[in-house]
C-alpha cells in the first residue's frame, strides 16, 4: 500500500515536470513587469526641498560675499543661492549645500553657470525675457530650478539674479 503511494507521488511529480516549455514572449513580459516593480519600489517617496534664505551673518560667516551672483526670490530680499563661475551654495535644512558648477553649461552674465551639480540633487538656472537689459546686464530677471536625485523639480521659483560686485 504505500509503494503504490510512492509510484503515484513519483508519476505526479513526473508530469508536473514535463510541462510545456514558456512562451519566450510571456517570458520578456514578466520579467519587464518584475524590473518596473523594482524600479517603482527603489524610488523614494517624492520630497520638496526648501531652500532658506541665506543672510548676511551666513555670507560673511561662510566667505559668500565675493563669489558672484545672487539669486533672490520674486518679493524676498535675501537670496537663496550663491552663483559663481566654480562653485554655488545654497541652505537646505540648516546645512551649506555646495554645488560645482558645471563648466559644459551656458555661461550666464555675471560669470554665473546655468547648471550647479550637488551630491543629493543639481539646479538649473534659467534667463528669462528681460526689458532691454541687453545680454551682459548685471540684474536680470530669472528662473531657479531644483531636481532632486531622481530627476523631480523639487523646488523652482521666479526671481532676479544680482551680479553686481559687493563693492558697487
Not at 524590473?35 to 519600489?41: H, I, K, N, Q, S
Not at 558645471?102 to 528669462?128: F, H, M
Not at 530677471?141 to 559687493?166: N, T, W, Y
Request: aromatic fraction near 6%; glycine fraction near 8%.
Amino acid at each position: 500500500m504505500m509503494q503504490g503511494k510512492w509510484v503515484a507521488l513519483a508519476l505526479v511529480a513526473v508530469l508536473a515536470g514535463c510541462g510545456s516549455k514558456p512562451d519566450p514572449v510571456e517570458k520578456k513580459a514578466d520579467a519587464a513587469k518584475d524590473v518596473a516593480m523594482v524600479e517603482r519600489m527603489s524610488k523614494a517617496p517624492f520630497k520638496p526641498i526648501l531652500p532658506k534664505p541665506i543672510t548676511d551673518i551666513d555670507m560673511e560667516r561662510y566667505g559668500l560675499s565675493h563669489r558672484g551672483c545672487t539669486f533672490t526670490v520674486k518679493g524676498d530680499k535675501m537670496p537663496i543661492f550663491v552663483a559663481g563661475p566654480d562653485e554655488g551654495f545654497m541652505i537646505v535644512d540648516r546645512d551649506l549645500d555646495r554645488y560645482a558648477a558645471k563648466t559644459a553649461s551656458a555661461e550666464l552674465p555675471g560669470k554665473a553657470r546655468s547648471t550647479y551639480i550637488g551630491l543629493e540633487n543639481w539646479l538649473d538656472i534659467v534667463r528669462l525675457p528681460d526689458e532691454g537689459m541687453g545680454g551682459d546686464a548685471i540684474h536680470w530677471p530669472a528662473r531657479l530650478i531644483l531636481h532632486d536625485a531622481q530627476e523631480r523639480v523639487a523646488f523652482m521659483s521666479d526671481g532676479k539674479m544680482d551680479c553686481s560686485s559687493p563693492d558697487s
